[in-house]
């Protein structure tokens, strides 16, 4: 019983630690942005970052990032967290997933299901990014 409650314990300091990462649109993003006092700040950074930072680069260069640290810096780790818990998905889904698969099917459909599932996470998590690049734009319209 022990075990059990230490188990639970685990994993609901773990579930506290994700809802506290600002990068997802969770409690520590609320948090973040109450600090910081930006409303709305995930929806217009990534706006920015998909529509007008590469345009403002072309015109003016990198010195129109100097006033847009904050938006460079949240935007790109966003990405790239978006990205890498792909990727952790992908290699755990790899493990376990067909495992699980190689006791109920022949080896070569096994790892073919758990490829089109590792695709699939990818292909989900690429079309994520790209909507939250592409289509915010009346929240990057707002006034600030």
Same mark, same amino acid.
């Given at each position: 019983?022990?075990?059990?409650? *230490?188990?639970?314990? #685990?994993? %609901? ?34 706006? *920015? ?6 345009? %403002? ?20 780790? %966003? /990405? ?14 790899? #493990?376990?997933?067909?495992? *699980? ?6 080896? /070569? ?5 758990? *490829? ?13 990014? !790209?909507?939250?690049?592409? %289509? ?5 319209? !707002?006034?600030?």
């Amino acid at each position: 019983m022990a075990a059990a409650l *230490w188990q639970f314990a #685990l994993s %609901s300091y773990l579930a506290v630690l994700l809802n506290l990462n600002p990068l997802m649109e969770y409690d520590g993003y609320f948090v973040l942005i109450d600090a910081i006092e930006r409303p709305n700040l995930r929806p217009r950074v990534m706006s *920015w970052l998909g529509r007008e930072l590469v345009l %403002s680069l072309k015109r003016q260069g990198l010195s129109t990032l100097g006033n847009r640290r904050l938006e460079l810096l949240y935007g790109s780790a %966003s /990405i790239l967290y978006v990205a890498s818990m792909a990727v952790v998905t992908v290699i755990l889904y790899r #493990l376990l997933v067909q495992r *699980w698969l190689d006791a109920l099917l022949p080896g /070569i459909v096994s790892a073919g299901l758990a *490829w089109a599932l590792a695709a699939l996470v990818i292909l989900l998590s690429a079309i994520g990014i !790209a909507g939250d690049l592409r %289509s915010v734009r009346r929240v990057s319209a !707002a006034p600030q």
